[in-house]
């Protein structure tokens, strides 16, 4: 057999189906993994006849790839993608290339990027979104990292990538870390869209009291709509889904979520860039909370509920339509923080993202995949300028016809006592938004009254900045002028 195309390393399931991806499509994979006995049992039970080699040693692995080579791994985040390139380097020639397919932080990829470079490496840092179906049928896959790399790796990735609207989803993202931060956001509006989700099938289930096999018959209606998503779809699938006793199984699923840490760090990056994240943040301390199961159980001894509201037919209809509308509009803002904090790394990083770009590649393939996001990429389309989602027409009249119910549904969360943060999150972010004077004023005097801080004036120009002595001045105008 010829030299292969690609090396994998790393025989996960994710790594297995991304390998036997590629051979579909025609390229010559050989693959490695620390223990070989991984190695050995893939190909005598997967790899049938698939142009797929395996090796025993990096050493024999390097060898059988063609130059420049192309090494993707497909191991865990973290100290593994650093051992590995630290064996990799000193087999390698100039020009080759390492690809990490892992959920790596995008910080890493910047420091990869660069060190690798400085050796004539060439290191590209993907996003790899689909699971384990995704990686072999078509995932949404983010590369970023060293520009010089994408044309050899394109034909590959391209070529095994999900297909939308006639265009594979993937592109590339930018350099450095880019493609690992598109990931991270995407893995972040996934945390707020499940959480949305879970909060409406909250409502429904508890708040007005629907059954499991009715909850999925609304979600199964809503996916034919506006809604219309992979997320929704499953739920709608869980929620018909019944146990051995014919009871539904999602009733016996314990209730505390876990999660791997992208949630956590597109909350820590939004606070570091000074982006309002508040939707994807409130969805990842749901999580926290929920993890709290003896507590929250000791909690509702302690703190019982009234009865359930007594709603009629023409209610529960009513309110359906209402949680449906908040779910969308708050679906909305969700994308909307993703895409601000998108934006604002953009700045800060020197990175050229292609935001309509970003929507086609998470149009297929992935776990947030949705008609929804064709919207997006239209509304880049139309304006490539657009600074924020809410300023795009469509949205703004998607907005203004949920805005009703959106709070109707928030208003019932509440008086049935019925967390739901996500939703309320998105709701308080909307009208924050819009907000021309907000109560910051006060607080910026506050800051200026205590720790001299200083602050701006409404009939000053912006960036000249005052001091006032309050408590000496008596409560009368007494302000210093301060360049900054």
Known sequence: MNQADIGVIGLA??????????????????????????????????????????ADTLQTFVSSLQQPRKVMLMVKAGEVVDYFIDQLVPLLSNGDMIIDGGNSLYTDSIRR??????????????????????????????????????????????AIAAQADGMPCCDWVGQDGAGHYVKMVHNGIEYGDMQLISEAYQLMRFGLGLSADACHEVFKKWN?????????????????????????????????????????WTGISSLELGTPLTLISESVYA?????????????????????????SDSDIQSMLSAIHDALYASKIISYTQGYM????????????????????????????RSTFLSEIKQAYDQDPQLNNLLNA????????????????????????????????????????????????????????????????????PRGEFFHTDWIASGGHISSSTYEV
């Open 13 to 54: 399931v994710m790594g297995q189906n991304l390998v036997l991806n590629m051979a579909d499509h025609g390229f010559q994979v050989c693959v490695y993994n620390r223990s070989y006995d991984k190695t050995e049992a893939f190909i005598n039970t997967r790899v049938e006849d698939r142009p797929i080699t395996g």
């Open 113 to 158: 990027t660069q060190a690798l470079k400085e050796k004539g490496i060439l290191f590209i840092g993907t996003g790899v979104s689909g699971g384990e179906e995704g990686a072999r049928t078509g995932p949404s896959i983010m590369p970023g990292g060293n520009p010089d790399a994408w044309p050899a790796i394109r034909p590959i990735f391209q």
């Open 224 to 264: 034919q709509g506006v809604l219309d998503s992979y997320l929704i779809e499953i739920t709608a699938e869980i929620l018909r889904f019944k146990d051995k006793d014919g009871l539904p199984l999602v009733d016996k699923v314990l209730d505390a979520a876990g999660q791997k840490g992208t949630g956590k």
């Open 287 to 311: 999580r926290c909370l929920s993890s709290l199961k003896q507590q929250r159980v000791a909690a509702a001894d302690r703190y019982p509920k009234s009865s359930q509201i007594a709603l």
């Open 341 to 368: 904090l998108m934006s604002e790394a953009a700045k800060t990083y020197e990175w050229d993202l292609n935001y309509g770009g970003i929507a086609l590649m998470w149009r297929g393939g992935c776990i947030i």
């Open 393 to 460: 027409p469509f949205f703004e009249k998607a907005i203004k016809g949920a805005e009703s119910n959106w709070r109707k549904a928030v208003i019932f969360a509440i008086q049935s006592q019925i967390a739901t943060p996500a939703l309320n999150s998105a709701l308080a972010f909307f009208d924050g938004y819009r907000t021309a004077s907000s109560p910051a004023n006060l607080l910026q005097a506050q800051r200026d009254y205590f720790g001299a801080h200083t602050y701006e004036r409404v009939d000053a």
